[in-house]
Nanobody
């Protein structure tokens, strides 16, 4: 089992930045791809970004490309740097882990954190 814990959420004004972190614990010796998703009120989970185990491969949703950056701080920690935030970015942000290669498909991710709230005020 792998446990994931997100941190770094909060309230920020439009145009501001936040950095989210996700720490994995438990059975972390396996090579996991990790990703960030978000869920806004009344909407489905939205894929944002994913990174391979090595950190060498990343992929982004068009909605955040150029504004968000995913990075692998070490084997068990991944971050999401979010710049130029907009009110439409308000959501609960989740990190997820998968033993499969990086993917935008929610179903590929077996492990999920509890989420951290990000609120962007206009």
């Amino acid at each position: 089992q792998v446990s994931l814990a997100e941190s770094g959420g909060g309230v920020v004004q439009a145009g501001g930045s936040l950095r989210l972190s996700c720490a994995a614990s438990g059975r972390t010796y396996s090579r996991y791809s990790m990703a960030w998703f978000r869920r806004a009120p009344g909407k489905e989970h939205e894929f944002l970004a994913t990174v391979s185990w090595s950190g060498g491969q990343t992929s982004y949703a068009d909605s955040v490309k150029g504004r968000f950056t995913i990075s692998r701080d070490n084997a068990n920690t991944v971050s999401l740097q979010m710049n130029s935030l907009e009110p439409e970015d308000t959501a609960v942000y989740y990190c997820a882990a998968s033993i499969s290669p990086p993917s935008s498909m929610r179903s590929r991710y077996s492990y999920w954190g509890q989420g951290t709230q990000v609120t962007v005020s206009s």
